[in-house]
DNA sequence: CTGAAAGCGCTTACAG
DNA sequence: CTGAAAGCGCTTACAG
């Protein structure tokens, strides 16, 4: 059993107050010089450190965040935690980390469970269009920010990139290599990113007079196997796409393991560009074209935002949207230096 | 602010502590059946959950864990944090996690600040050799397992692969293939795995007769950069190797990234094998060659032992050791399926 | 300048 | 059968 500051009390003479106001530096505290070196000696002679769950309960504070995401395997994610323990472990919090699948029932699970424990904000990455869960965390007043896919237009506070415009960049390309029979790997019409990287790849064929073929959307969702069974059935079209947009990079794996399956050369039979550039996407072979979006800082900036509203109380709603950039690699032109 | 005990109790016009004799089902409460029905009403409508906090403060428990690792970003570590989600979630546990990018001072600082805020046990993945994080860890009285990596011979709750016998199948096997400049990219010698698996590498050259070249044997760590740095140094020799034995799967990408850098083919020039058999081995073109442990049972695993001792107070250090197995893929035989 | 007290929200051994 | 009390380990407004 760690030190109480009853014991340390005890063992110097003073009330625990004392104590616990040396322990905390407090500014206001006057007091005998002799007396606080004695007590500061102790302090450091059994390495106090004050227990976190009784100062939890005093403070209504605890330090702790969470994260909730689909599936920490998908190396998305995984760069996405780090930057949010990148921007909070220095003050001082430690981050759960949630995984639900996909599954509505299991977000809802982690999320009540994280209230019980009173986690000081969650970082909800795993959400989807008009998600009662996003209502559910404003009404309890539990501070959060969602990352990468939004739940209702515009009123959460929020970090993610502008997926219209993404999706438009990466059609756009494969327009210009003089494509005009392009598939596109939608996510989820539940989800935001599949939403609006659906829209941009709409936009774009429109822009060049494309006709919008419906055959051509499959709806594959976020994984690699998703991915592989949508880029069966486009290839199986009378008329196939001789390129495909993936809703993300994980998606467009799943095109690669066919595409090798069925000996089609990749650019040359078939196009790829994903989403996301995960570290992933410059190691396969060819390496993929896909759209860059800071990871690492959509992390960074969801720390700070709430940390914000946990230590300032912010209220206002932030919303930080990064301008994607496309990344051009050998899954689009096959002259692409190694 | 969520609703407490005493506001519940006021409302069903009995004590507090009643209401939370049937909030946890106390069997052995006996209550007339109009107030339970009042108080379980009254539970659901306002879908009351104790407070965590209070309750961990109280039960000295906190149903808080946490895993230590050195980056969630290398996929070994994300499939073995989903094996410890989903053997303890179940369970009622929340799980922090926590990257030390194989600091020992983020890794002490880490375990510092869990110790005070009570989680009820630590699964640890960044330790080395004879780390003096362990026998704190065990002076604190928290409970612990290593996984992967071994502090001391034998004496601490563990779960991992044999590393020697790992090592040697991969080394047979490039021997078996008529290689016989073998290369090893080694882990560090601070780590278990790391001085095991150089020590099956170096086993199995000497069963099948071959000496140890020292200069055959680079230092490369466990992530890819390490492992290009490594590899460029062993091809640059005046007899270079033909074939290369990399600690771990991240390391040995790094071999496939300078392969493709001096145009050398993969087996045919060079012969890769890895360790640990990632998702990504079989993505990489060719597919590596590696040695597959149990990376998502690693994780049930470690969570069974740490919730044994957490609820059951074992104190007997278990171990579980897996038997690796040997996956031949294209990175070594060169007329391997897709 | 320091101490005593209250209280954060629970649980449970003990009374009645 | 139910209630009252103590106590988990802190912090801090209030007394003296």
Redesign the interface.
């Known amino acids: 059993?760690?030190v109480t500051l009853k014991e340390l009390a005890a063992r110097a003479s003073v009330h625990p107050s004392t104590v616990s106001r040396v322990a905390n530096r407090d500014p206001k505290l006057r007091i005998a010089a002799g007396t606080r070196d004695r007590i500061e000696a102790l302090l450091k002679e059994t390495e106090y450190?004050?227990?976190?769950?009784?100062r939890?309960?005093k403070l209504r504070q605890?330090?702790?965040l969470?994260v909730v995401i689909p599936?920490?395997?998908n190396?998305f994610f995984?760069?996405l935690?780090?930057g949010i323990?990148d921007g909070t472990a220095p003050h001082?919090y430690?981050?759960?980390?949630?995984?639900t699948d996909g599954s509505i029932a299991r977000q809802q699970s982690h999320l009540?469970?994280?209230?019980?424990?009173?986690v000081d904000g969650v970082v909800l990455a795993s959400t989807f269009l008009n998600d009662p869960a996003v209502r559910w965390l404003r009404h309890?007043?539990i501070p959060y920010v969602l990352v990468n896919r939004f739940s209702d237009e515009g009123n959460d506070p929020f970090v993610g990139s502008d997926d219209v415009a993404g999706a438009y960049l990466a059609t756009r390309h494969l327009i210009e290599l003089g494509h005009n029979r392009i598939g596109h790997l939608a996510g989820q019409a539940t989800v935001s990113t599949g939403m609006l990287r659906r829209r941009g790849y709409r936009a774009a064929l429109a822009a060049a007079g494309l006709a919008a073929d419906p055959e051509l959307e499959a709806e594959a969702g976020y994984a690699e196997d998703g991915g592989a069974l949508a880029t069966q059935r486009l290839l199986s079209l009378d008329n196939p796409p001789t390129a495909i947009f993936a809703v993300t990079d994980m998606t467009a794996?799943g095109t690669?393991?066919v595409a090798?399956?069925m000996n089609l050369r990749i650019p040359q039979d078939l196009a790829i560009v994903g989403y996301n550039d995960i570290?992933?996407a410059s190691?396969?072979?060819p390496g993929l074209t896909t759209v860059h979006v800071p990871i690492h800082e959509f992390g960074t900036a969801a720390a700070r935002i709430l940390l914000d509203q946990v230590e300032k109380g912010e209220v206002s709603p932030k919303r930080v949207v990064f301008t994607p950039e496309l990344v051009v690699r050998g899954s689009t032109v096959s002259d692409f230096p190694?």
């Open positions: 059993m760690p450190r004050p227990n976190g769950v009784a939890g309960l605890t330090f702790v969470a599936d920490i395997t190396p995984a760069g935690f780090r323990e001082g430690n981050v759960l980390l949630c995984n009540q469970s994280l209230n019980a424990r009173r309890q007043r794996i690669y393991a090798r399956r570290p992933l190691r396969l072979i190694v």
